[in-house]
Structure formats: C-alpha cells, structure tokens
T-cell receptor, first 116, second 116 residues
Framework: DVKVTQSSRYLVKRTGEKVFLECVQD?????MFWYRQDPGLGLRLIYF???????EKGDIPEGYSVSREKKERFSLILESASTNQTSMYLC???????????????FGAGSRLTVL | AQKITQTQPGMFVQEKEAVTLDCTYD???????LFWYKQPSSGEMIFLIY??????QNATEGRYSLNFQKARKSANLVISASQLGDSAMYFC?????????????FGKGTKLSVKP
C-alpha cells in the first residue's frame, strides 16, 4: 500500500525551540508539499519541492524552511517555534505535473504541533 | 489570483438522502483541474474525485459526482445516498497546469454531518 508517512503525529514544543517535521513517501513521487491547516482557513501551502534539493515558496513560507536531500524525504523546519505556529501540518506528494490529467496529491496523516 | 470558495461552513443531511456541497473557483487560466478531498476526524485527506477543465462529461466515482459548470465556474460535489461514514470535512481544490508544479489551492472546507 502506497504511503506518505509523517514521523510524528503529535508534538509539543516550547517557544524558541527548533522543530523538525519529517515526511517520507514510498511512491517515487517527484513532487512533495507541506501544507498547514487551521480551522476556518483550510489548507495553505508553506513550501513545495519538485526535485531533490529544489524548493519553492508557497503562500505562507515565513518562519519555515525545508530540506529535500533525498527524493523520498521532505523535511519542514521551524527554526524558532512561535505560538502562532501551533497548527496541523500536512505533507503530500505527487507525480511530476503533466500538461493535463489528475495529478492527485497523496497526503500523510498529519502532524499536530502545539507550541507553548 | 486563483481562489476557491466554499460558502457552506457546515451542512446536515439525513442518512440515505443526497447532498450537494458547493464550490466556486476563480482563475483566468484555461487549463486547470478541480478536486474534492474528504477529511474524516482521523485527519488524513482522502482523494474523492477529479474534473479537468477540458473534460466534456461530469466526473463520477461511485456515489460521488462532480457537477461541473464551467461558465459559472462552479464544481459542486454531489453525494448520493449519504451514509454515516460520510460525516467529515470536505475540501474543494484546484490546480493549474501552467507551471504551478502541481500544488493545490484549497477552499476553507465544508463540514458535513450525516444524521441517522
């Protein structure tokens, strides 16, 4: 069964801590994404990557960075966590975009981060 | 700018009845795809159905159908014969094929509750 695995389902961190959220996919997908989900705001794109060592900013990249050293792994990094980064974080992956056709994103189960 | 609008924060439906979840989108790009995802309380996003902007027929997948009205820029999800397990958040999303690398723009979601 194909999967996107997020290493931590629940995390509690202190303000100012460095936080790593790890995501691994086993589908040999080129594209990987990090979204943030907040009630009433839907999902918002933080960063995405379309190849190893490549990254692109999404809609809300401030306060976050990413790393993609291997095709299957995409890490989200909060250099200095703040309380307003308390949220659900969703990782997803997909095949490289075709000119048409359903480029379905496959999502992980999510990581719920609380920053105190 | 591209945008997805879901105007129904919450919906109730009686078990075994049909329900329509509204979605309108805004883009000037002629080539795009529209998606619906389901998110149960467990948190994982589940792909339901896809419609391409050039598709002539409305998409159907089992009990799900997408009512695509291109001129009105709407892509409503119709769930027939609702089941208790359909209770979840539902997100409409859009991707552009003009170089966005496949990331999805999401609406804010509709919470569907199925009553027995």
């Amino acid at each position: 069964d194909v999967k996107v695995t997020q290493s931590s389902r629940y995390l509690v961190k202190r303000t100012g801590e460095k936080v790593f959220l790890e995501c691994v996919q086993d589908m040999d997908h080129e594209n990987m994404f990090w979204y943030r989900q907040d009630p009433g705001l839907g999902l918002r794109l933080i960063y995405f990557s379309y190849d190893v060592k490549m990254k692109e900013k999404g809609d809300i990249p401030e306060g976050y960075s990413v790393s993609r050293e291997k095709k299957e792994r995409f890490s989200l990094i909060l250099e200095s966590a703040s309380t307003n980064q308390t949220s659900m974080y969703l990782c997803a992956s997909s095949l490289r975009t075709a000119s048409s056709g359903a480029n379905v994103l496959t999502f992980g189960a999510g990581s719920r981060l609380t920053v105190l | 700018a591209q945008k997805i609008t879901q105007t129904q924060p919450g919906m109730f439906v009686q078990e075994k009845e049909a329900v329509t979840l509204d979605c309108t989108y805004d883009t000037s790009d002629p080539s795009y795809g529209l998606f619906w995802y389901k998110q149960p309380s467990s948190g994982e996003m589940i792909f339901l159905i896809y419609q391409g902007s050039y598709d002539q027929q409305n998409a159907t997948e089992g009990r799900y159908s997408l009512n695509f009205q291109k001129a009105r820029k709407s892509a409503n999800l119709v769930i027939s014969a609702s089941q208790l397990g359909d209770s979840a958040m539902y997100f409409c999303a859009m991707t552009l094929y003009g170089g966005s690398q496949g990331n999805l723009i999401f609406g804010k979601g509709t919470k569907l509750s199925v009553k027995p």
